[in-house]
Each structure stands twice: as C-alpha cells, then as structure tokens.
C-alpha cells in the first residue's frame, strides 16, 4: 500500500525542530544551502518552524550566479545559533508578478516573524558593508528591488 510522504517538520514543536537545524549544522561546518527553483520559495513555512530567539539575524545578498537573465536574484542568510542556513531561490523584481513575490514571499514572511531591525543588505558576498533594512515596509521593499537590479519598480498596489 502506497502512502503519501509525511513532512515530519509539522509533527514535531519548533524547538525540537530547531534543536535538530543546529546538529546539522555542526554537522556541515556550520553552512547550509536551501536552493528552490522558483521565485516563490515557501520561505513563510520555513520561518514558521523557528521561534522568535532562534534566528540572531537575517542578511540579504544580491547574487549574479542565479539567474543569468536578470540584474540580479536574491538570497536570504538565517544566522543561528550553530551555523548559518541560507536560502537561494530565485528572487528578482524584473517585472511585477517576481516583484510581488519579493514581497510575498521574502520581506513579509520576516516582517511577520519579527525581524525587524535584524535584517541586513549587501552588495558583497562576502557580507561587508551590511546596511539595515528599512522597518517601514514601503523603504524596505524599494530596498529590495533596488538591491535585486530594479531601483525603479514599482507594484501597482504599493
């Protein structure tokens, strides 16, 4: 009999969830890549299994070894405890609909988890010269599209 995969991230509380990231990450040098094929990655549900004290703090980089086609795309670095989890999709804000899962599906996912004043922009991979990101959702999404290439985008309904 053939049973559907079971994701057993639900069935457990965060805290044994997050208990079992920070053994991986001893695990890996303290270094994960989450890579998601899209630019609408399930990075709420991701967010959604971290407590409000797990994460220290979030940086966001803009890459150009993503995506050829556009600027550039985005990632997200999570910093915890025992390493950092970092999640490559395929952000980008080249036209509205990638605009709008910027938003969706990157600065309101960490909005909503209370990230506010720990999240940070770079340019560089190599994290130097971090800016904060705005706490007004307006600045930190102009933010966004200007860190991904796009300065001039704008969402019709911004």
């Given at each position: 009999m053939a049973t559907?995969?079971?994701?057993?991230?639900?069935y457990v509380d965060s805290r044994y969830f997050v208990r079992q990231v920070n053994r991986l990450l001893r695990k890996v040098d303290?270094?994960?890549?989450?890579?998601?094929?899209?630019?609408?990655?399930?990075f709420v549900q991701l967010m959604d299994l971290f407590g409000k004290g797990d994460i220290g703090f979030s940086v966001i980089t803009a890459r150009k070894d993503v995506n050829a086609s556009v600027e550039a795309t985005l990632d997200c670095s999570l910093y915890l405890d025992e390493g950092v989890i970092r999640v490559v999709p395929h952000w980008c804000a080249y036209k509205e609909i990638r605009a709008s899962e910027i938003r969706d599906t990157l600065m309101s996912p960490l909005f909503r988890h209370g990230m506010i004043g720990k999240?940070?922009?770079?340019?560089?991979?190599?994290?130097?010269?971090?800016?904060?990101?705005a706490n007004n959702e307006k600045e930190a999404l102009a933010q966004l599209f200007?860190?991904?290439?796009?300065?001039?985008?704008k969402l019709k309904d911004q």
């Open positions: 559907a995969p079971i994701d057993l991230a639900n303290g270094y994960l890549d989450l890579t998601h094929g899209t630019s609408h990655p399930p999240v940070f922009l770079s340019l560089a991979e190599d994290k130097a010269g971090l800016i904060a990101l200007a860190l991904s290439g796009y300065p001039t985008m």
